[in-house]
């Protein structure tokens, strides 16, 4: 089933949905999803400053694949900052702790 997702009330109204479907109580649901109950509350309720990043890993903890469908027109653009992004990683490699008895 595919939904159009504009808003975090949309996403809220889907885990929501999906949480008492499988008849899952919000406290042990964010137990097991590692987020606080708070958070939870906050995303089923449509709180707008809900954090996109807890939300999207969330969704896709829970097996629903988030998508963005973009204009043709806007994938030269696209492609043109996904390839600076790329360039940028590889110039500033990721760092190693070094051991405190070193």
């Given at each position: ?67 963005l469908e973009l204009p043709d027109a806007v ?17 500033f490699p990721p760092t190693t702790s070094v051991p405190a008895d070193a």
């Amino acid at each position: 089933m595919k939904i159009p997702l504009s808003t975090v009330e949309d996403a809220g109204l889907v885990i929501r949905a999906m949480r008492k479907h499988n008849g899952i109580r919000i406290d042990d649901f964010a137990l097991t999803a590692k987020v606080s109950r708070q958070l939870m509350t906050d995303l089923e309720n449509g709180k707008p400053t809900v954090q996109m990043g807890r939300v999207l890993l969330l969704l896709q903890n829970m097996g629903v694949r988030v998508t963005l469908e973009l204009p043709d027109a806007v994938a030269p653009a696209l492609a043109l900052e996904q390839d600076k992004r790329k360039r940028r990683r590889a110039s500033f490699p990721p760092t190693t702790s070094v051991p405190a008895d070193a």
